[in-house]
């Protein structure tokens, strides 16, 4: 059986590592959808596909289980957003989202959508991991490890923190 997952992965945080390897455990193979490819270099999304890519790959490396990581762009229609998500990655059974829009246009395509368990949403959150980076305080034990490495090479807090200032 394969399965399905998409996330912006803004970044890749312990949450999302912890729901992967729970997965792991119920599919023979899983696609993870880098979602939101296009953007990248906003505060909402700092990293690039690419970035993400490196994030999770590195990751992943350190388990045993077979994955996909198949960057996929927005498209301004939902309707249509599921056979588009068929035709850029291999067949899957199984899709799991916690995001009512990803569930609500699979199960209307007729596939079986499970919510994952959330891991300590507070502080597993991009949206916290960002804000701490911003701030300057402790965000490195939010994230697998490979993953605080490849932030550090592409210099993302800084990056976070020039996209932050209005002017220079
Ligand atoms: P996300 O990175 O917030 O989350 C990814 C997954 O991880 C979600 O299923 C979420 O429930 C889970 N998760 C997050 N934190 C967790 C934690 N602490 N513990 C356990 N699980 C946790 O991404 P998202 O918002 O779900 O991504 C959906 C993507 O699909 C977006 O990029 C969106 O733009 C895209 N999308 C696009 C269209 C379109 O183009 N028309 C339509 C629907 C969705």
Redesign the pocket.
């Given at each position: 059986m394969r399965g399905f997952?998409?996330?912006?992965?803004?970044p890749f945080?312990?949450?999302?590592l912890?729901?992967v390897k729970k997965i792991s455990k119920e599919v023979d193979e899983l696609i993870i959808?880098?979602?939101?490819?296009q953007?990248s270099h906003t505060l909402d999304n700092p990293f690039t596909a690419g970035e993400r890519i490196m994030m999770i790959t590195k990751t992943l490396n350190n388990f045993d289980f077979s994955y996909y990581v198949i960057p996929?762009?927005?498209?301004?229609?939902?309707a249509v957003?599921v056979s588009?998500v068929e035709a850029l990655t291999p067949p899957f059974d199984i899709v799991?989202?916690?995001?009512s829009?990803?569930k609500e246009?699979f199960e209307e395509r007729g596939y079986m959508v499970k919510?994952?368990?959330?891991?300590?949403?507070k502080?597993?959150?991009?949206t916290e991991i960002r804000r701490r980076m911003l701030n300057g305080e402790e965000w490195e034990h939010l994230v697998p490890k490979d993953v605080a490495e490849v932030i550090r090479e592409i210099k993302g807090v800084e990056r976070l923190i020039r996209l932050s200032e209005k002017d220079y």
């Open positions: 997952i998409i996330g912006r992965f803004q945080h312990n949450g999302h912890n729901v959808g880098i979602g939101s490819a953007k996929i762009k927005d498209i301004e229609f939902n957003w588009y799991y989202s916690g995001n829009l990803v246009l919510k994952p368990e959330m891991f300590n949403r502080e597993y959150s991009g």
